[in-house]
């Protein structure tokens, strides 16, 4: 385990046993960021644009922590409790990347998430 280097955002708080972001070689694997009621938070439930800037904000905290930002993402994974919001989540999620840097997705339809949110994001960055 020599070279891991496990790390929490100061903007978030780890709600149980896992890290942010974990950095294994040249790539950081970025646990699911949901939107949050950090005593600054804006993001009203229910509204997608809101969540989704909130937790790609988030998401963005955690690669800060490694020196990275959302240009280093080289893979996303999306889970969403209502695929009929994705058009108004891709709009707010693609204003994150210069549009010849977008990383791979996968985006799914899940039954439920954590504290009621409709959005979670995770991602796999790569050091350059």
Same mark, same amino acid.
Do not use: C, W
């Given at each position: /385990?020599?070279?891991?280097r496990?790390?929490?955002?100061?903007?978030?708080k780890?709600?149980?046993?896992?890290?942010?972001?974990?950095?294994?070689?040249?790539?950081?694997?970025?646990?699911?960021?949901?939107?949050?009621?950090?005593?600054?938070d804006?993001?009203?439930?229910?509204?997608?644009?809101?969540?989704?800037?909130?937790? /790609?904000?988030l998401?963005?905290a955690?690669?800060?922590?490694?020196?990275?930002?959302?240009?280093?993402?080289?893979?996303?994974n999306?889970?969403?409790?209502?695929?009929?919001?994705?058009?108004? /989540?891709?709009?707010?999620y693609?204003?994150?990347?210069?549009?010849?840097?977008m990383?791979?997705?996968?985006?799914v339809?899940?039954s439920?998430?954590?504290?009621?949110?409709?959005?979670?994001?995770?991602?796999?960055?790569?050091?350059?």
């Amino acid at each position: /385990m020599s070279g891991r280097r496990y790390r929490n955002t100061k903007q978030a708080k780890a709600a149980g046993g896992y890290s942010h972001g974990v950095l294994d070689g040249d790539y950081v694997f970025l646990a699911g960021q949901v939107p949050s009621d950090r005593a600054d938070d804006k993001t009203t439930l229910g509204d997608i644009e809101a969540e989704t800037r909130d937790a /790609m904000d988030l998401l963005g905290a955690a690669l800060a922590e490694f020196g990275l930002t959302h240009a280093d993402l080289v893979r996303t994974n999306v889970y969403m409790t209502d695929l009929d919001d994705f058009h108004r /989540m891709n709009a707010v999620y693609r204003t994150y990347f210069a549009e010849d840097r977008m990383p791979a997705r996968t985006t799914v339809e899940v039954s439920r998430l954590v504290d009621g949110s409709h959005i979670e994001i995770d991602g796999i960055a790569k050091k350059r």
